[in-house]
């Protein structure tokens, strides 16, 4: 996503939380649209994105922005009925000035070809290796308490992969700096990262044991 020629609607496949955390870092620091305190910033998750929910889309896009910035819409989906997409083409086709769209999906498959064609579309790949990196930096630097609470927010919405990435990202950022873990708490990491390649793994029970192991400055 280019700052300087933001597109007026995005599609970005993958995680959820993932893809939320990203975006808002991506807004605020390259675009300078914050999430938090901002009226103009309107976000909304579903399980089922329904025909009534894209009325309310349509009422709120055409409605005079409070500020006299940018208008931002995120709405995070897992499915999407027909209706509702059918009721969104024009308005994804033709905002109202300084309106940007931005809709997060686990496949672009469950849009139909004539909404998908209105998205730019953001890739997995592009956004989440990235953003992986910034959080495992992140999640070094916090305390136990904040650590165990990153970890809960993060295991509702993470698959086994995602996991896997993420701790993987945490073992890489150790050892590039000088807070490499002792041999034994390493040796222990690494198993951590097997035991997620189980059939049924408790992600967060995993990945609260390393933060336990990940030492505090």
Not at 161 to 168: C, M, Q, R, V
Not at 178 to 204: G, Q, T
Request: hydrophobic letters at 40%; charged letters at 30%.
């Amino acid at each position: 996503m280019n700052p300087d020629q933001l597109h007026h609607a995005y599609l970005i496949e993958g995680d959820r939380a993932l893809a939320l955390a990203f975006l808002e870092s991506f807004l605020e620091e390259r675009v300078g649209v914050a999430r938090r305190g901002n009226p103009d910033f309107w976000y909304s998750e579903h399980e089922v994105f329904a025909v009534d929910d894209s009325r309310m889309i349509i009422e709120r896009h055409i409605a005079k922005a409070v500020g006299e910035g940018k208008k931002i819409f995120v709405l995070a989906t897992r499915a999407m009925t027909h209706e509702a997409q059918n009721a969104l083409l024009k308005v994804f086709e033709e905002p109202t000035p300084h309106t940007h769209f931005f809709v997060i999906v686990p496949s672009r498959s469950i849009l139909l070809p004539t909404l998908l064609s209105r998205f730019h579309i953001v890739k997995r790949e592009a956004h989440s290796v990235e953003h992986l990196k910034s959080e495992a930096k992140k999640f070094i630097k916090l305390r136990y308490k904040a650590r165990l609470e990153k970890v809960k927010e993060f295991a509702e919405e993470a698959t086994k992969s995602e996991a896997k990435d993420f701790l993987t990202a945490i073992l890489t950022e150790l050892r590039s700096t000088n807070r490499r873990l002792d041999p034994r708490s390493e040796r222990e990491c690494v198993e951590m990262l097997s035991y997620l390649s189980d059939r049924a793994p408790s992600v967060k029970l995993i990945l609260e044991r390393v933060a336990l192991l990940v030492p505090v400055k």
